[in-house]
């Protein structure tokens, strides 16, 4: 007589123990993964409060000094403005003057000439 193949029935068959064992051990491990990636969570968020962290202070520093070159910048530049309308102002005078002795010296060196 021929060897039958085995039937369905008996290969489908398992212990109810072992798939229990094997669906605690699948929560099991998804338990562990999710406790893992929300402490990771946790420590990624606790990066985003850089101010406490050093390289927070030291960002802080940098914008600060940033800050102040910049405004000593300005008042250098205020202060050039400030000079250059002075000089302008001084130049006004001393044309305005050099005008009048120009045309007082004229006038008078005119006054005087023999006809």
Known sequence: MAP???S??????YN???QKIMWFGVFALSLIIIVLWGWAFTLQI???NIAKSPEGTLIKK????WDQAFATNKTKINQKETAKQEIETI???IITN???ATTTQTNSSTLF???
């Open 4 to 6: 039958t193949a085995p």
């Open 8 to 13: 369905f029935k008996h290969l489908g068959g």
């Open 16 to 18: 109810r123990t072992a």
């Open 46 to 48: 606790s990066l985003i």
């Open 62 to 65: 940098t914008k600060t000094d």
């Open 91 to 93: 130049l006004n005078q």
């Open 98 to 100: 050099t005008a009048a």
């Open 113 to 115: 000439q023999k006809p």
